[in-house]
């Protein structure tokens, strides 16, 4: 019962895909967010806090290309997660309510290395051809074990059927806050609308008589 979407480009040029991505992301359970090599860029984080954040309850945060981390340059996987799990709660998380999200890391290029039989090198400078010892090898280097366990634990079963009854719930009470706020708006209105009228006088001696 799960299906995923892939939404336009965010940094697109074309007119309306962020408008149709936001769609998309308000009718999802969840939001799988890809993060390239370098990890999260402001442009991310601001893109997260104003335009997906508002709209979505659970995020998938997908670190790609561990395959590249420098191993002597101390890159790694486990802190690179813990570094990413403290820019989001800093910068993107700080203030929202109810949110919850993932972190894994993963190598898109291994995973479909090894499953692809098409592809015989894994790098154009390889000198031979793969086995099939060292596509399984590739296939759990490239960790994606991690995203399909978030996936299995969290969106299907039970657990799917209260994120659907929560994400209907949830909806109804974001139209509502805004029914009040234009309520609110239009009161506040009208108020001041009368604070500056002749009726106002009027009322108080009105007031004043009876």
């Known amino acids: 019962p799960l299906m995923i979407m892939d939404t336009l480009g965010l940094n697109g040029i074309a007119e309306g895909h962020l408008e149709q991505t ?3 992301v308000k009718k999802a359970h969840a939001c799988i967010y ?3 090599q370098r990890g999260l860029t402001k442009d991310d984080l601001q893109f997260l806090r104003e335009n997906l954040v508002p709209y979505q309850q659970r995020f998938i945060f997908v670190q790609n290309f561990i395959d590249e981390f420098n191993p ?6 486990e802190d690179r997660i813990e570094s990413l799990r403290k820019t989001l709660n800093k910068d993107v998380f700080q203030n929202a309510t109810g949110h919850k999200f993932f972190i894994c890391g993963v190598s898109a290029l291994q995973e479909l290395v090894s499953r692809d039989t098409s592809i015989t ?4 400078t390889d000198t031979h051809d793969l086995t099939d010892e060292e596509r399984r090898s590739l296939a759990q280097k490239s960790n994606f074990v991690a995203f399909r366990s978030i996936l299995e634990k969290n969106f299907s079963g039970e ?7 929560r994400d209907t719930a949830l909806a109804i009470l974001h139209w509502t806050k805004n029914l009040i706020q234009k309520i609110s708006k239009r009161v506040d209105d009208t108020e001041e609308i009368y604070q500056t009228s002749h009726e106002k006088n009027a009322a108080e001696r009105i007031d004043k008589l009876i």
């Open 72 to 77: 002597i340059e101390g890159e790694n996987l």
């Open 159 to 165: 657990n799917l059927d209260e994120i659907q009854y």
């Open 22 to 24: 936001k769609e998309i």
């Open 121 to 124: 090198r894994l790098y154009a």
């Open 34 to 36: 890809l993060i390239q």
